[in-house]
């Protein structure tokens, strides 16, 4: 069984800003609080593979490579873990659509846990689903106001794993 999460926000900011921000992997450390590193392995038109380090948790700290596909005409990302770490697969699909004056961010991701994982699939989505508010939220705060919401309503949520998305790919 596949497990899916699906967390949108809604930003006020031109589509052009949306999207090249939140696609400038480089500077992912600066818009995601969870990330202390991202490193640009391959670059090729609209394809981005790179590695992404997390800050520490309890002293340790999570890295994994991931590539991304972009569709500017349609305005949609798709990514997958390279390095699936604890996953069998994570794919995610960044989705931004027009809203009047704003854009529709929307990350979905379909991933599913090794047998031998520290979490289960449950705990996993729970997980996705408490952070990845959390991150959109600092996106949106970013992208509208040109700073990051306070340290309270930016700090990673903690737990035996780096964040799936994510984000980052969310990744």
């Known amino acids: 069984m596949s497990w899916r999460t699906d967390n949108a926000v809604l930003i006020a900011a031109p589509m052009e800003l949306v999207w090249t921000v939140t696609n400038d992997v480089a500077g992912w450390p600066e818009l995601f609080s969870e990330y202390a590193a991202a490193e640009i392995l391959h670059r090729a038109p609209d394809y981005v593979r790179f590695r992404l380090t997390t800050h520490p948790e309890n002293g340790q700290s999570w ?4 590539e991304r596909e972009l569709d500017p005409v349609n305005r949609v990302v ?3 873990r390279v390095e699936p ?14 809203v009047g004056d704003a854009v529709e961010l929307r990350w979905l991701q379909d991933f599913r846990m090794r047998p031998d994982a520290p979490v289960d699939d449950a705990a996993m989505t729970a997980r996705i689903n408490r952070n990845s508010p959390v991150q959109l939220a600092r996106i949106k705060a970013i992208l509208e106001t040109g700073s990051p919401p306070s340290a309270e309503q930016s700090a990673p949520v903690a737990g035996p794993l780096a964040p799936a998305a994510t984000a980052g790919e969310r990744p």
């Not at 994570?90 to 659509?97: A, G, I, K, N, P």
């Open 85 to 98: 770490g604890p996953f069998e697969y994570m794919r995610l699909r960044w989705e931004y659509r027009q």
């Open 63 to 66: 890295s994994w490579v991931s």
């Open 78 to 80: 798709t990514a997958r």
